[in-house]
Nanobody, 125 residues
Framework: EVQLVESGGGLVQAGGSLRLSCAGS????????IGWFRQAPGKEREAVAC????????YYADSVKGRFTISSDNAKNTVYLQMNNLKPEDTAVYYC??????????????????WGQGTQVTVST
């Protein structure tokens, strides 16, 4: 059974940093496309950063380019989202997701079939 467990969320002041972790079980990261998504109250879920470990391709939303970095540790079967220079508009519940496909970065939420429970990120002014 594929499971994803996020951790690392919390409350941080604007300009601060957080690192989110997504620990996977029941699958291996390099056989899947992995994505980090976020959803703020009243807004649609949006792709923040996505990756395909099999070809090292990545995608970043324009709003986070230069501030967020997605990476993986295959030995730990874990994907990370390093978030620097956080802004209040980054406040949301962050989810990691996985879909079994190689050599493809997937940015559309409904194409993912495995989701974590989410972790809250709150950025104060």
């Amino acid at each position: 059974e594929v499971q994803l467990v996020e951790s690392g969320g919390g409350l941080v002041q604007a300009g601060g940093s957080l690192r989110l972790s997504c620990a996977g079980s029941g699958f291996t990261v390099d056989d899947y496309a992995i994505g980090w998504f976020r959803q703020a109250p009243g807004k649609e879920r949006e792709a923040v950063a996505c990756m395909s470990d099999s070809d090292n391709s990545t995608y970043y939303a324009d709003s986070v380019k230069g501030r967020f970095t997605i990476s993986s540790d295959n030995a730990k079967n874990t994907v990370y989202l390093q978030m620097n220079n956080l802004k209040p508009e980054d406040t949301a519940v962050y989810y990691c997701a996985a879909v079994k496909v190689r050599y493809l970065t997937v940015v559309v939420p409904h194409l993912y079939n495995y989701w974590g429970q989410g972790t809250q990120v709150t950025v104060s002014t």
